[in-house]
């Protein structure tokens, strides 16, 4: 097995028994990305020359003796929504195309202070507006299961370069699915905090509401040391949480022994593929043979989950990148007449169609005579959705769900109809309105050859008993461990 193959916590205990060097795993990485990244294209911004200056500082800290944190060394890549200083930040928009942030978002912050290294910036949907990545102003990223497929969006780049082992883990956003949904469909391990677990502090707003950082990994271990390494209070980000945080290792427990599932029968109706539901129904009895109880229930205003979010993320979107002016920072027009002129040259060449179709949408939804009509109404559906969730959770420890309706789609075929589109996140939106956890953990391969994902979903701050179940659940099954086969792209 290649270096680049294996997880954290195995490269962890590799490099504190000094078998190897975290230079040689970064250059490992990089290898690997010479022999596949063309393929995949799944980073925007590759920065090989921090990467080994970090890996080299994890070195001499593993000479010393020092003691060792256990993402220390190891290779990560970061959405490109995510500031990273000194290092172009794009948003994937060509609006911040000259864009270097000048300070560290917090999860940066922890990051270093861990002594990870950082491998680069990965390909996103503009502003995270997107199921796809192909919203992207600069590439379209290649699902490493089917290189003429996406690998779902907005953090496809994320997803796509983890499960290409071009980076051991990687940090996305989630503001409706955008991490839950492309680790479905590239097979890899994906987690969205709980809203206010993680610091916003530094990672461009999209719906403040809505938005959270969250990990993609190899395994769930995995999962739990990255949400270890950045969850916390943030005096820089009013809306991060004061509450204790579990050490999440300690949820890794293979055993689910009476704890109960519930399945919410309004996931399972029109829309879903008949393979993903069947990969689904097998997971569950899965959990139900390793003994959890399986209960159904409902989640009755699931149905409205889409309309609300695509009200309530486009109206914060379009108070959110009101920044983009060309005055401050970021892409301004060549030529203008005047003020007003340069406005709305820069903002028209500056963002791409789906950003201003949200901007649009957003400021109807919010001008003077429809905002009754449509954001107050969202906001009190909002409401249904999350108690919904509250009832559920009384009963229930964690909701068994799967992630995205259908596996990955060929490149391309939803591009010409945004509806489409929107209905990639039916499945995920709920829990965002709700701010709750959520896992997405590989549980098979439908005939194609493509991945589906089971999403666990807990009450807020409860990430334990989705570690537990997503834990016990991979250590009783094999799914996490098949690969793509990407090794021979290059002959295709
Ligand atoms: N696909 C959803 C959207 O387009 C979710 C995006 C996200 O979570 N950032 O808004």
Known sequence: MSLYQLTAHELHDKLKAREITAVELTESIYERIEEVETQVKGYLTLTKEIALEQANAADIGFQNGDEIPPLAGIPIAIKDVICTKGVRTTCASKILSNFVPPYDATVMTKLHQQ????VGKTNMDEFAMGSSTENSAYQITHNPWDLDTIPGGSSGGSAAVVAADTAICSLGSDTGGSIRQPAALCGVVGMKPTYGRISRYGLIAFASSLDQIGPFTKDVTDCALVLNALCGKDEMDSTSVDMPIPNFTQSLINDIQGLKIGVPKEYFTEGLDTEVADKIQDAIAKLESLGASVIDISLPHTEYAIATYY???????SANLAR???????????????????????RSEGFGEEVKRRIMLGTFALSAG?????????????????SDFDAAFEKVDVIATPTSPTPAFKIGERTADPLQMYLCDVMTTPASHAGLPGISVPCGLVNSGLPVGLQLLAA?????????????????????????????????
Not at 115 to 118: Q, R
Not at 311 to 317: F, G, K
Not at 324 to 346: A, F, P
Request: proline share 4%; aromatic share 14%; no cysteine.
């Open 115 to 118: 002594g990870a290294v950082m």
């Open 311 to 317: 009200i309530i993320a486009p109206a914060e979107a």
């Open 324 to 346: 983009y002016d060309g005055v401050r920072y970021g892409y301004r027009t060549e030529e203008s007449e005047d003020l007003i002129n340069m406005y709305k040259k820069t």
């Open 370 to 386: 429809y905002q009754d009509a449509y954001y107050k109404k969202a906001q009190k559906a909002r409401t249904l959705i999350k």
């Open 460 to 492: 807020p701050f409860n990430e334990e008993a989705l570690f537990r179940v997503a834990y016990t659940y991979e250590q009783n099954t094999e799914h996490h461990l098949l690969k793509p086969n990407i090794s021979n792209v290059n002959d295709k």
